[in-house]
């Protein structure tokens, strides 16, 4: 159940109070009794110990809940939990009873739901069918996705271009100090970024990746050719690599990224998938070959460059500010 349906709930009970005192008085009658009648009956319901919840009061759960504290276990009502005909369910039960009579922390928690099927199934039933219908083809869809990658083609053969020493001779560094600002190569380095750059951004319901435009493609190029970037190094490693998106904090976040695809290497991949493997390494090798090509010290201008997008992302996000 999540949070506003619990607060809703909340504003029906005092409606239907509100309503029932109505009806209970009448034309002229007391709705202010009325209403203080319900709300006694509501307080009582709060305080009084239910079967259903194992001896436990409603404001018991809530007040735990809140706290962070697991639900009270009476130790008279602790066999309610566990199957009398399964043997590892009693010795749990017997570790939890020597647990709770030498006043020991025993880690054991239980927790009320509302059995998969809330109230607003019982009065809503085509939302409820709708919203599962929606969630039934969304795994279905994921279910296709699933399949057609374990059917899509072995991974293409790759292999990160050298990266050459970033050492300029005098000579070279006037010969590009004299040239005309800007230079095409830097135009052609935009257009191959808006082309295969991906940027995350922020958004009110969760980050996610969109394509570049050409003039932040442009500023970007021109910011790293700026900090010392060999950008026509850099455009080889991209258009040497085999797959389309190439994320922009792979460039700004080396260490991480590469980690990350190390780890599912490890832990995720089964190891006998030799085209999944090969894919997560080409992902590998060519964030270390961004590395070798991005400096440290440009990485750091990158990651002020993205803050700086991320903040107009989320002032669009967010809309323009309302007049008090």
């Not at 909340?10 to 709300?39: K, M, P, Q």
């Not at 259903?52 to 939990?81: S, V």
């Not at 869809?141 to 059917?151: D, F, G, I, L, P």
């Not at 797959?243 to 190891?271: C, G, R």
């Amino acid at each position: 159940m999540c949070y506003q349906e619990c607060a809703l709930y909340g504003d029906l009970v005092l409606y239907l109070r509100d309503r029932a005192a109505d009806l209970l008085a009448g034309d002229g009658g007391d709705v202010e009794a009325e209403r203080a009648r319900l709300d006694a009956i509501i307080r009582d319901w709060f305080f009084t110990p239910q079967d259903e919840l194992h001896g436990c009061a409603p404001r018991d759960l809530i007040w735990a809940e809140q706290k962070g504290e697991p639900n009270p276990i009476h130790p008279d009502r602790l066999a309610e939990f566990f199957d009398d005909d399964c043997p590892i369910c009693q010795a749990m039960q017997q570790e939890i009873e020597a647990a709770i009579e030498a006043g020991e922390e025993h880690g054991w928690q239980w927790h009320y739901d509302d059995g998969g099927y809330p109230l607003i199934a019982r009065y809503d039933p085509e939302g409820w069918d709708e919203r599962w219908a929606e969630e039934h083809a969304a795994f279905e869809r994921w279910q296709a996705e699933q399949a057609e990658q374990e059917t899509q083609p072995a991974a293409p053969a790759y292999e990160p271009p050298p990266v050459e020493p970033a050492e300029v001779s005098p000579e070279e560094f006037i010969a590009r100090a004299r040239q005309p600002w800007l230079d095409p190569a830097l135009h052609r380095a935009a257009r191959m970024l808006a082309d295969r750059v991906d940027c995350p951004e922020p958004t009110l319901s969760g980050p996610r990746y969109r394509r570049l435009t050409y003039d932040e493609a442009l500023s970007l190029a021109v910011g790293l050719h700026k900090q010392g970037v060999d950008v026509e190094s850099l455009l080889a490693q991209i258009e040497a690599f085999p797959y389309q998106n190439v994320a922009l904090d792979w460039l700004s976040q080396p260490e991480q990224n590469a980690a990350m695809m190390t780890k599912a290497m490890e832990q995720v991949i089964a190891p006998d998938d030799e085209d999944e493997m090969a894919r997560f390494r080409h992902h590998r090798d060519f964030i270390f070959a961004l590395a070798r090509v991005v400096h440290p010290g440009a990485r750091l201008w990158l990651q002020g460059w993205l803050d700086a997008v991320a903040c107009g992302a989320f002032t669009r996000a967010a809309g323009p500010p309302t007049e008090e």
